[in-house]
């Protein structure tokens, strides 16, 4: 177990986007995703906190190049049709081709980009029957996760995000990621990721004290981890 979050600088971040580097790492991080099962987790963890049937809107924070989330459309479209997914991120680099493939699924795509904090603060951000965040909330220091916290409890009545776990075998996996061609990129920010990833019910820890809310927190599969908060009935 490594004791204590650390949070470091990761090189993606820090890219253009057309950068060479960084295209080569989004790809390896389409293969890590497959590896640590986090489209599964994802979708298994919606289908089953989310009880109304299917929901009209989802808002992916951090979703990247919208690959992640493209694939859990793909695993929830047999039962989730006509859903709406916005997708943020600092940069708006979905490309043509991903958008193309969500409307294949019957699911409509949006894109927003921005500072996060930002667009809550202005309250940019659209209300959403579901919030999502994958590989995203290990970027943010507690005191920023406390304050994300509280914008996400306006915004929705679930929230789920799926987080690299903090210990010492996804550490030493982490480590090792040249062996499937990862590049130097994404070796050094998988070992940021696990550093600064999170154990046991750290994250519960940092949601808004209420009754309102139920919280579920949990390892999930070898490599990560899996949070939910669901508005109680009594709290809709």
Do not use: Y
Request: proline fraction near 4%; charge should be neutral; glycine fraction near 4%.
């Amino acid at each position: 177990m490594l004791s204590e979050r650390l949070l470091r600088p990761e090189m993606l971040d820090h890219l253009a986007p057309d950068d060479p580097r960084a295209i080569r790492s989004r790809r390896d991080l389409v293969r890590v995703n497959a590896l640590m099962l986090q489209p599964r987790i994802m979708a298994r963890a919606l289908s089953s906190f989310h009880e109304a049937g299917a929901p009209r809107t989802i808002l992916d924070l951090g979703t990247g190049d919208g690959a992640f989330m493209l694939r859990v459309a793909s695993l929830l479209a047999p039962q989730w049709r006509d859903v709406t997914v916005v997708l943020f991120d600092q940069k708006d680099i979905v490309n043509r081709a991903t958008r193309e493939a969500f409307q294949a699924l019957h699911w409509r795509v949006e894109t927003m980009s921005g500072e996060l904090f930002d667009a809550l603060e202005r309250k940019r951000m659209p209300p959403s029957d579901i919030v999502t965040a994958n590989l995203f909330l290990h970027h943010f220091t507690n005191v920023q996760l406390l304050l994300l916290f509280r914008h996400v409890v306006s915004l929705t009545r679930l929230f789920v995000a799926c987080e690299p776990r903090r210990s010492l075998l996804a550490w030493l996996s982490s480590s090792n990621l040249w062996v499937i061609g990862c590049n130097d990129v994404s070796q050094h920010d998988a070992r940021a990721s696990v550093e600064a990833g999170f154990h046991g019910t750290e994250l519960s820890a940092l949601w808004p004290e209420t009754n309102d809310w139920m919280l579920h927190e949990r390892g999930a599969g070898l490599f990560s981890h899996c949070f939910a908060a669901a508005r109680s009935r009594e709290g809709l």
